[in-house]
């Protein structure tokens, strides 16, 4: 088969899966199955496939129209443009949560400044990885009640070359951590519980449901971590939370009710509150 074959066949496949983008998906398992770029596959397309390369794609193609993320398929994502690994332990990592990592970075004047960052529920460390990234005296400690997805984390670190800065801790949110730090971030579980199943099959079915679930209103996380983060923060410290559509209202007056300062919100791609910001 060539590259041109396999590729209109790929996207055909896809396409009569429901996949919304089944031509850009399409190239981009091509490209991974045969180790061959964009360009390539475009100016290239009678060069022929071999046949491991097409049971490769075969296969890749069987997941994604069973609804598998490509993400997962490849088992790496991009995030504020650094590669992660991602697993079943770990929520694929959202565009809509860089708004969490450039909402905190407006906040800090001096990226030169030693900053002490805390991310609780740290999935593939994404937020607080972006963070170290872009602030190179910073350290910061990670947190997640999954054991894998802290492996996940740990293995990101040091694939980024952030390892000596950034630490990762099985726990739950801030228990049995007596240190206070400049920067609290967190993007919790906040979907209702019964929710869940409605979602999306690539939610759904393929993020963890630890990831996920918010409880019966989608407030339980914030319930457990803002009166515990609010402990933690250093005096004039900042918290950064990621909050769903609608969520802002109640997740402020718990923020109040555990003296913390409203500091305002930012506001996603699509223009949805995504993001609050708090002081101590
Ligand atoms: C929505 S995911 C966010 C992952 C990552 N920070 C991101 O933005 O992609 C929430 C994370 O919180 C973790 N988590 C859930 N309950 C927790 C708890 N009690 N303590 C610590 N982490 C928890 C989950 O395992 C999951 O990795």
Redesign the pocket.
């Known amino acids: 088969m060539t590259v041109g074959e396999a590729l209109s066949q790929a996207a055909r496949r896809l396409g009569e899966a429901g996949i919304e983008r089944p031509q850009a998906e399409a190239r981009i398992l091509l490209e991974a199955a045969s180790g061959r770029g964009r360009g390539q596959i475009i100016a290239f397309p009678e060069h022929g496939l071999t046949p491991a390369q097409w049971d490769v794609l075969d296969a890749q193609i069987a997941r994604r129209c069973a609804r598998e993320p490509v993400s997962r398929i490849l088992g790496s994502r991009e995030f504020w443009s650094l590669r992660f690994a991602v697993g079943p332990a770990?929520?694929d990592?959202?565009p809509d949560?860089e708004t969490l990592v450039s909402a905190v970075l407006a906040r800090i004047s001096d990226r030169n400044a030693e900053v002490s960052l805390l991310?609780?529920?740290?999935?593939?460390g994404?937020?607080l990885l972006a963070l170290l990234s872009e602030l190179p005296r910073a350290t910061g400690l990670g947190?997640?009640?999954?054991p894998a997805?802290c492996d996940i984390a740990t293995a990101n670190a040091a694939a980024l070359g952030l390892a000596a800065r950034a630490e990762f801790r099985v726990?739950?949110?801030l228990r049995g951590i007596s240190a206070q730090f400049d920067v609290i971030l967190?993007?919790?579980?906040?979907i209702e519980s019964t929710a869940i199943d409605g979602l999306e099959p690539e939610v759904a079915q393929f993020d963890?449901r630890?990831?996920?679930d918010g409880g019966a209103d989608g407030l339980s996380?914030y319930r457990?971590l803002i009166p515990q983060a609010a402990g933690g923060l250093k005096p004039g410290g900042l918290l950064a939370l990621?909050i769903g559509a609608g969520q802002g209202a109640a997740v402020r007056a718990l923020a109040d009710h555990a003296g913390l300062t409203d500091l305002g919100s930012a506001l996603d791609l699509a223009g949805i509150e995504r993001c609050l910001l708090f002081s101590r």
């Open positions: 770990t929520l990592p959202r949560s991310d609780l529920g740290t999935g593939t994404c937020l947190i997640d009640i999954c997805a726990g739950d949110w967190s993007n919790p579980p906040y963890p630890g990831a996920l996380a457990a990621e």
